[in-house]
């Protein structure tokens, strides 16, 4: 018994002298923390999340003129409506870099995160054509409807956003869904002519837009959280201002990942970018500001690069710059492109762009030189709508401002153009009138340099495959 009490106090004063943390379980060791970025990394992260944002970006901005300020000369109206323009795009508009003059459009901004859209569309002439593009927030183009993909017998679409689960509505045609929380909808409207105006608006007096609640006749669910939107960056600030990664950050919470870009986004969240992220241009270092600055440089470098050794010389175009996620196949560049050089371009299904900056000797355009376009007998553009060439002052890729209010040439002004001998066309590029006897195919220029887009509205087989080529415009 002795033994045993002189063991037990033994224990006890063993136990006394130890601390708390002596007697608890071992604690594990902390993960060590991620290494720093360098400035050499955060460059290179930079110029990869520019490359990838620089489209949502810009996309963000057009949204935000037509949508969001009401200051904006630009400025439509607001969300989850639908507006139209009953006129063609002229130099006063200045938003959007290579408009298009030859559809008066129709746009919805839509707010998906609270419910779906009904999209309904009239019944329309057979011979008119007319689309309805939907643009997510990636600029990607996630669908149609139109003259080519559901005909002109009118209809109507439900529009929905990634997070609803619900099932098609009765009397609804096709259910179309959106990988972003918000979408452009862009409609065209053929114009045939001045005097077609009116008919062109009772057409887009016919496109109607309500959530699906108000077409089911049901209470409406609680609305999402109003957005707090921030102002975007220029044009101009776009390309040098770190603050473009702010703004990315914004664009990024309406759009969440797609399939296999987590290590992407994990890479891009290693410098603060992403829906979460904390990127704050005014709290980097000088060392981590250069870096970034020089990241969106190299972006531009390599742009640039490509579009001259690949888009002047024709190797890739349009065509391969604007579609669904699935055909661009996760090329960035590509997307960055198609956003710099005319965003909210079509799917080469729906439009096709043969684009000149150059003439055939591969000399810069510019109205200080006169050139000819010229269409062969039988060799305007094959196409199962129309056709038109536009005129762009550059760098802006904007519309031409001229004495005679004419920005471009289309197929339905064939009538009043004068013919060749041959049957062919021949147009006249130049900044000043040709004279009387050719100013019917007159296109006027600027003074400076200058790019036309050939757009050719539902292709036929021949232009998507490569059979008939548009021809390049040649200096005189």
């Given at each position: 018994?002795?033994?045993?009490?002189?063991?037990?106090?033994?224990?006890?004063?063993?136990?006394?002298?130890?601390?708390?943390?002596?007697?608890?379980?071992?604690?594990?060791?902390?993960?060590?923390?991620?290494?720093?970025?360098?400035?050499?990394?955060?460059?290179?992260?930079?110029?990869?999340?520019?490359?990838?944002g620089?489209?949502?970006?810009?996309?963000?901005?057009?949204?935000?003129?037509?949508f969001?300020?009401?200051?904006?000369?630009?400025?439509?109206?607001?969300?989850?409506?639908?507006?139209?323009?009953?006129?063609?795009?002229?130099?006063?508009?200045?938003?959007?870099?290579?408009?298009?003059?030859?559809?008066?459009?129709?746009?919805?901004?839509?707010?998906?995160?609270?419910?779906?859209?009904v999209?309904?569309?009239?019944p329309?002439?057979?011979?008119?054509?007319?689309?309805?593009?939907?643009?997510?927030?990636?600029?990607?183009?996630?669908?149609?409807?139109?003259s080519?993909?559901?005909?002109?017998?009118?209809g109507?679409?439900?529009?929905?956003?990634?997070?609803?689960?619900?099932?098609?509505?009765?009397?609804?045609?096709?259910?179309?869904?959106?990988?972003?929380?918000?979408?452009?909808?862009?409609?065209?409207?053929q114009?045939?002519?001045?005097?077609?105006l009116?008919?062109?608006?009772?057409?887009?007096?016919?496109?109607?837009?309500?959530?699906?609640s108000?077409?089911?006749?049901?209470p409406?669910?609680?609305?999402?959280?109003?957005?707090d939107?921030?102002?975007?960056?220029?044009?101009?600030?776009?390309?040098?201002?770190?603050?473009?990664?702010?703004?990315?950050?914004?664009?990024?919470?309406?759009?969440?990942?797609?399939?296999?870009?987590?290590?992407?986004?994990?890479?891009?969240?290693?410098?603060?970018?992403?829906?979460d992220?904390?990127?704050?241009?005014?709290?980097?270092?000088?060392?981590?500001?250069?870096?970034?600055?020089?990241?969106?440089?190299?972006?531009?470098?390599?742009?640039?690069?490509?579009?001259?050794?690949?888009?002047?010389?024709?190797?890739?175009?349009?065509?391969?710059?604007?579609?669904?996620?699935?055909?661009?196949?996760?090329?960035?560049?590509?997307?960055m492109?198609?956003?710099?050089?005319?965003?909210?371009?079509?799917?080469?299904?729906?439009?096709?762009?043969?684009?000149?900056?150059?003439?055939?000797?591969?000399?810069?355009?510019?109205?200080?030189?006169?050139?000819?376009?010229?269409?062969?007998?039988?060799?305007?553009?094959?196409?199962?709508?129309?056709?038109?060439?536009?005129?762009?002052?550059?760098?802006?890729?904007?519309?031409?401002?001229?004495?005679?209010?004419?920005?471009?040439?289309?197929?339905?002004?064939?009538p009043?153009?004068?013919?060749?001998?041959?049957?062919?066309?021949?147009?006249?590029?130049?900044?000043?009138?040709?004279?009387?006897?050719?100013?019917?195919?007159?296109?006027?220029?600027?003074?400076g340099?200058?790019?036309?887009?050939?757009?050719?509205?539902?292709?036929?087989?021949?232009?998507?495959?490569?059979?008939?080529?548009?021809?390049?415009?040649?200096?005189?």
């Amino acid at each position: 018994m002795i033994r045993r009490v002189a063991l037990l106090l033994a224990a006890l004063l063993l136990l006394a002298g130890c601390t708390a943390e002596e007697v608890d379980e071992p604690t594990t060791t902390p993960a060590p923390e991620p290494a720093a970025v360098t400035p050499e990394q955060a460059r290179a992260i930079a110029k990869e999340a520019y490359v990838y944002g620089f489209p949502m970006v810009d996309n963000y901005r057009v949204m935000y003129s037509y949508f969001v300020n009401k200051q904006n000369p630009e400025y439509k109206g607001g969300w989850n409506e639908i507006h139209s323009t009953a006129r063609v795009f002229t130099p006063e508009d200045k938003t959007v870099q290579t408009p298009n003059s030859d559809t008066p459009y129709s746009a919805v901004g839509a707010d998906l995160r609270t419910e779906p859209l009904v999209l309904t569309v009239p019944p329309i002439e057979q011979d008119r054509y007319y689309s309805l593009q939907f643009v997510d927030l990636y600029t990607y183009n996630t669908a149609y409807v139109g003259s080519r993909t559901t005909g002109n017998g009118g209809g109507t679409y439900l529009l929905a956003g990634p997070n609803w689960k619900g099932d098609k509505p009765d009397g609804i045609d096709e259910v179309i869904r959106s990988d972003t929380d918000l979408m452009l909808v862009l409609y065209r409207t053929q114009l045939f002519g001045p005097s077609d105006l009116e008919q062109v608006k009772r057409i887009q007096a016919g496109y109607q837009v309500t959530p699906l609640s108000v077409y089911l006749n049901q209470p409406p669910p609680a609305p999402a959280p109003a957005i707090d939107f921030v102002p975007p960056l220029t044009p101009e600030q776009q390309r040098t201002s770190p603050q473009f990664f702010e703004i990315l950050n914004f664009a990024m919470r309406f759009a969440p990942a797609l399939p296999n870009e987590d290590g992407l986004r994990e890479r891009f969240a290693s410098i603060g970018i992403g829906p979460d992220g904390d990127f704050d241009a005014d709290e980097l270092s000088p060392e981590m500001r250069s870096a970034v600055e020089a990241g969106m440089a190299d972006a531009w470098t390599e742009f640039t690069d490509f579009k001259k050794q690949k888009v002047d010389t024709g190797d890739v175009g349009a065509a391969d710059f604007f579609g669904s996620a699935s055909d661009l196949k996760g090329n960035y560049l590509y997307r960055m492109a198609g956003a710099v050089l005319g965003i909210y371009g079509n799917t080469a299904a729906e439009a096709m762009y043969p684009s000149f900056t150059t003439d055939s000797s591969g000399e810069p355009l510019s109205g200080a030189d006169k050139y000819v376009y010229r269409f062969g007998k039988d060799q305007l553009p094959p196409v199962n709508a129309f056709w038109s060439l536009t005129m762009y002052e550059l760098p802006q890729s904007l519309l031409v401002d001229n004495p005679i209010n004419r920005y471009l040439i289309n197929s339905p002004m064939l009538p009043s153009l004068v013919p060749d001998s041959d049957g062919g066309y021949t147009f006249y590029i130049q900044n000043e009138s040709p004279g009387a006897g050719k100013e019917s195919n007159w296109l006027p220029a600027p003074k400076g340099p200058f790019a036309l887009v050939l757009r050719l509205y539902w292709p036929k087989p021949d232009a998507l495959n490569g059979t008939w080529k548009a021809p390049k415009p040649e200096k005189v």
